[in-house]
């Protein structure tokens, strides 16, 4: 008698007494079995790689932030600098100490001249005020010499006095 295994999933056709047909059988459950345990498998792998895939896109947005967040504070801190190099009055804008020296080591870096600062700069700088401020460094750099010196010689004079060799 011949019966088709159909309703079962096999796709075999033999008596219920044929031994090829129920080896068939029990082969194909077998391998049923073993394709549901990699099927549940590939479904955990795939779970694991979407959650990767979601920490890899955390990861990169807190970078982005990170990145956003300092050339913000570089932008503040540039803006800080030239707030801090100039001060706007009702006369004009007058450059502070911080400024002028600021000015000062970029002419003198770049081999300007005192009108080319100012179009480096793109500030209106006037070539007598950097004349100005020039002298006003120089002076001050003098002054901190002579102090320097001065103290210098006071403590190895004070030395000398106190008999110590």
């Given at each position: ?142 002054a901190a010499a002579r102090e320097f ?17």
């Amino acid at each position: 008698m011949l019966i088709a295994f159909l309703r079962h999933g096999v796709d075999c056709v033999g008596t219920l007494d044929d031994p090829d047909c129920l080896g068939l059988r029990a082969e194909i459950c077998k391998l049923k079995g073993i394709i549901k345990k990699k099927d549940d498998q590939l479904g955990s792998q795939a779970a694991e790689l979407r959650h990767l895939k979601g920490h890899i896109r955390k990861l990169m947005n807190r970078r982005e932030s990170k990145a956003e967040k300092a050339s913000e504070e570089d932008s503040k801190r540039k803006h800080q600098m030239v707030e801090k190099c100039e001060f706007k009055t009702v006369g004009g804008t007058h450059m502070t100490p911080r400024g002028a020296f600021s000015v000062l080591s970029r002419r003198c870096l770049a081999n300007l001249s005192a009108r080319g600062v100012g179009f480096m700069l793109q500030r209106d700088l006037h070539h007598s005020t950097l004349s100005k401020w020039e002298i006003r460094m120089r002076a001050s750099l003098n002054a901190a010499a002579r102090e320097f010196f001065a103290r210098a010689a006071y403590s190895v004079a004070s030395h000398a006095m106190s008999g110590v060799n």
